[in-house]
C-alpha cells in the first residue's frame, strides 16, 4: 500500500511542485494587494493632517489580526516638501481596504536633511536606507522586537522612566532596537532587498547577505561602519521636566516658565 502512495505521488510530483508554486504565488498577491489598499486608505486619512503617504511602502509588522484588534505598522511619510521620514503607527481595519482607526502615530526619524527609502522587513527587524544629496550615506537595522536588555541594564525605575519615554516618542514602551551603518563612501547605487529572515545589499558590485547574528558583527571591510545606539540612564528631575513638557496638553510653556520662576 505504502509503495502504491509513493508511486502515485512520484508520478505527479511536476503537478504537486506547481501547486505549492501557485499557493506562493496566490498567497503573495493578496499580500501585496492588502497592503495596496492599506497604502491607500492611511493615504487618504493622514492628507488632512498634511502627511503625504509613500503608499507602496507600508509594511504590516505583524500578520493581519482581528478587526477588533489594532496592528502595528510603519511607512514613509513626509510633510510639506520636506524629504521623507520613518513613521510608525496602529491601525484598525476593516473589510475592502477600509482604515477604522488609527493611533499612536509617531515620526520615528524627525530628519529633515536625510530622505529615508526602501523600507523592508525581514525576520523580526526593519531595514531603511538615508539618501543625503544625490547618494546614499547609511542603512539603519530596527529591532521590532525592542531594544535590547544589554542597552538598558539599569535598575528597575530607570527602566520604569525608559519605558514611558519610549512611549512618548515611540509610541510603544519597548521601543525599538536600533543599529546604524554608515557607508564608508556615498553610494548612488545601493539597493535593499528583503529574503525571509536576511536583508540583502547591493552596493555598487558587491552583494551583502545580513542576517540577525550579522548585525553584531565589524562589517567595515564591506563598506559599513556599525554605529550601535548607546542610551545614558535618565536622571530624575530632567526626565520628570522633559517628560511633562511632552505631554499634549500641557506642553513646553508652562514648564519654561517654571524654570524661570521657580528653578
Not at 12 to 24: F, H, T
Not at 114 to 137: K, P, Q, T
Amino acid at each position: 500500500m505504502l509503495a502504491i502512495v509513493q508511486d502515485y505521488f512520484l508520478k505527479r510530483r511536476w503537478l504537486l511542485a506547481a501547486c505549492v508554486v501557485l499557493g506562493v504565488v496566490w498567497a503573495l498577491q493578496g499580500s501585496q494587494a492588502r497592503n495596496e489598499h492599506l497604502g491607500k486608505a492611511l493615504s487618504e486619512l493622514l492628507e488632512p493632517e498634511g502627511i503625504v503617504v509613500k503608499q507602496d511602502s507600508v509594511l504590516r509588522m505583524d500578520p493581519p489580526k482581528k478587526v477588533v484588534l489594532q496592528s502595528p505598522i510603519l511607512f514613509l511619510g513626509k510633510t510639506n516638501n520636506e524629504a521623507y521620514d520613518l513613521y510608525y503607527a496602529t491601525v484598525r481595519e476593516g473589510g475592502s481596504g477600509q482604515l477604522w482607526d488609527l493611533s499612536h502615530l509617531r515620526n520615528l526619524t524627525r530628519t529633515s536633511s536625510a530622505d529615508e527609502s526602501m523600507l523592508r522587513l525581514f525576520g523580526h527587524f526593519a531595514a531603511y536606507a538615508s539618501r543625503v544629496g544625490d547618494g546614499f550615506d547609511a542603512v539603519t537595522v530596527l529591532d521590532l522586537r525592542g531594544e535590547g536588555a544589554k542597552e538598558t541594564a539599569w535598575p528597575w525605575f530607570a527602566r520604569l522612566q525608559n519605558a514611558i519615554s519610549n512611549y512618548q516618542e515611540f509610541g510603544r514602551f519597548e521601543g525599538f532596537g536600533k543599529t546604524r551603518f554608515q557607508l564608508s563612501q556615498a553610494s548612488k547605487t545601493l539597493r535593499l532587498y528583503a529574503r525571509k529572515n536576511h536583508l540583502l545589499v547591493a552596493n555598487n558590485d558587491q552583494l551583502l547577505e545580513l542576517g540577525e547574528g550579522d548585525l553584531q558583527r565589524d562589517l567595515s571591510v564591506h563598506g559599513l561602519v556599525r554605529r550601535p545606539t548607546e542610551k545614558a540612564q535618565p536622571g530624575l528631575i530632567t526626565w520628570l521636566v522633559d517628560t511633562v513638557r511632552k505631554v499634549s496638553w500641557i506642553g513646553p510653556a508652562p514648564i519654561e516658565w517654571l524654570e524661570h520662576r521657580v528653578f
